[in-house]
């Protein structure tokens, strides 16, 4: 444990060490460049609205184990692959085209996120708007009411059990933990791998740097060690900053 300095990167070590079996792990694919922008545009986290502020005699629900239920579901693997296709049934992938959200008559509350660039508002509105969604999402929203009118979209194989094992081992452990502590580190490996794995890829600059900045980067920021030249001099990939 000693080797990873956040517990998201240890988390993805125990994984992919432990965990991934030969079949998933050639089916995980590391998408770059334009395809991975288009398909982030259409990763969203938890969505949340508060309509009444304050209440006055209520029941407190608490979701257990929420997104590591959900990474029990099947996922997108595999290269993905343009297509124009117009059928959302015939998609397992990402989906871009004009979504429409019925009226407040017929969905008193709107769940489909939308992102608008120019304000930084993430927002679920009424009427009309484009955006890149996942499959399985929009199918969900048609039961609601939604609709969508598909430009064009990206293919993926359907993987199945992807994460069972890893969660199955760290739930049970959350699940009997006689202690707060082993009970609070099981519970953040259920957590973590999944926003490790959805993390953007950014590199700022690779940089020549000692042994003296290399050790002030250990504390500060994300970095690759690319080559170790001469002179006790280090060739460094430069990402975000840890505290990001």
Same mark, same amino acid.
């Given at each position: ?173 959350? %699940?009997?933990? $006689? ?5 609070? *580190? =099981?519970? /953040? ?6 926003? #490790?794995? !959805? ?16 050790? %002030?980067?250990? $504390? ?5 060690? *690319? =080559?170790? /030249? ?6 460094? #990939?430069? !990402? ?5």
């Amino acid at each position: 444990m000693t080797d990873y300095r956040t517990f998201p990167g240890l988390s993805l070590g125990i994984f992919t060490s432990k965990f991934l079996n030969n079949d998933n792990a050639n089916n995980l694919k590391v998408i770059k460049g334009e395809i991975e922008k288009e398909i982030r545009t259409g990763y969203f986290g938890g969505n949340v609205d508060v309509y009444i502020n304050e209440v006055k005699t209520a029941y407190y629900y608490d979701m257990n184990s929420q997104y590591p239920f959900a990474m029990l579901n099947d996922m997108p693997v595999g290269d993905p692959v343009l297509t124009y296709e117009k059928d959302l049934n015939k998609y397992f992938g990402f989906v871009y085209g004009e979504i429409t959200c019925p009226d407040r008559q017929n969905l008193l509350v709107p769940f489909i996120q939308y992102k608008n660039y120019n304000h930084f508002i993430n927002s679920c509105p009424r009427g009309k708007f484009k955006r890149m969604i996942f499959s399985e999402e929009i199918k969900y929203a048609l039961k609601f009411g939604y609709k969508i009118n598909i430009e064009y979209g990206y293919q993926f194989e359907r993987g199945k059990d992807i994460f069972k094992d890893y969660i199955d081992y760290h739930y049970e452990i959350k %699940k009997t933990a $006689k202690d707060n502590i082993t009970k609070n *580190i =099981a519970k /953040l490996g259920l957590n973590s791998l999944y926003g #490790r794995m !959805g993390m953007k890829d950014i590199v700022d600059h690779v940089k020549v740097v000692d042994k003296f900045e290399l050790d %002030k980067l250990d $504390k500060k920021f994300n970095h690759e060690i *690319i =080559a170790e /030249l001469d002179n006790e001099k280090f060739l460094v #990939r430069i !990402g975000s900053s840890l505290s990001s």
